[in-house]
């Protein structure tokens, strides 16, 4: 298991385990956030602490993007629709040596929804 948390801590995600592959994306949002996505099943990630989240909707409004509201730290993703079986947590807030250990992959969520090293 590992732990991923925001900034000032009020926000502890428990993981079932490290990611294999994290995917740095270049859509508009997320080249903004500068974040690293790993993708889960949701029953994959347990929060340990929920400190209080604003969120984020827009285009199609399918994906709530939540921040916490004390530090700002982009902490995770999810789905509006709960039939979804796919999340995903900003590796950010993961130990660097977790990161390291991953493959990191680009994704061209900008144009072509492709990850460029396919
Ligand atoms: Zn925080």
């Known amino acids: 298991m590992i732990r991923a948390s925001c900034h000032c801590g009020a926000f ?3 993981i079932d385990a490290a990611p294999v592959e994290i995917t740095d994306c270049n ?7 500068g974040v690293l996505w790993a993708y889960y099943r949701p029953r994959q990630v347990r929060f340990a602490r929920a ?10 409004r399918a994906i709530r993007f939540h921040r916490c509201r004390a530090c ?3 902490t995770h993703w999810s789905a509006v ?4 079986d ?14 390291r250990g991953a493959r990191l992959r680009r994704l061209d969520g ?3 929804g492709r990850y460029l090293d396919e």
């Open 81 to 84: 629709d709960g039939s979804v």
């Open 51 to 60: 400190g209080e989240t604003d969120l984020y909707l827009w285009d199609d």
């Open 86 to 99: 796919r999340m995903g947590v900003n590796a950010r807030l993961m130990n660097p040596d977790i990161v």
């Open 110 to 112: 900008a144009v072509t």
């Open 72 to 74: 700002g730290c982009v």
């Open 12 to 14: 502890v995600l428990e």
């Open 27 to 33: 859509c508009s949002i997320c080249r903004r956030y």
